[in-house]
């Protein structure tokens, strides 16, 4: 157990936790904020690829994740949720974020590779909450 609570992993001044269970975006984001946490907002290459390798070290036997990335309000204008504000890093897989045609709205990121992806906010994904390390 780390001083970040049990099943959460520090990195930096943040704690991390993944959730195994798949949700839709909105229901993970929910489940993240009754854990006084949001769904993972990735600001640096860093702690991009903190996140991938981390996959790899705690056998975690999942593809992608929900981030806390969306465009719901401004279609191609990604923002965090937690914070509102723009990103100010991204890693986007090539040729994305493209909305394919339909409401991908919502940020993952592949572990292979650790590039970023748009998808639909109803499907079911695995996600990492994010909490600030007091």
Request: aromatic share 16%; hydrophobic share 30%; with cysteine.
């Amino acid at each position: 157990m780390t001083s970040c609570g049990e099943g959460w992993i520090q990195y930096g001044y943040h704690c991390y936790y993944l959730n195994m269970s798949s949700a839709a975006w909105d229901d993970a984001m929910q489940t993240c904020h009754g854990l006084g946490a949001y769904l993972v907002a990735i600001n640096s290459a860093e702690e991009n690829e903190w996140i991938r390798l981390k996959r790899e070290s705690e056998f975690w036997p999942i593809n992608q994740i929900w981030t806390g990335g969306t465009d719901r309000n401004d279609e191609g204008s990604f923002i965090w949720e937690n914070s509102k504000k723009a990103l100010n890093y991204s890693n986007w897989g090539p040729g994305e974020p493209n909305d394919d045609s339909t409401s991908e709205d919502c940020l993952t990121l592949y572990f292979s590779g650790g590039n970023w992806n748009d998808e639909k906010c109803h499907l079911e994904r695995p996600f990492v909450c994010e909490k600030t390390f007091f």
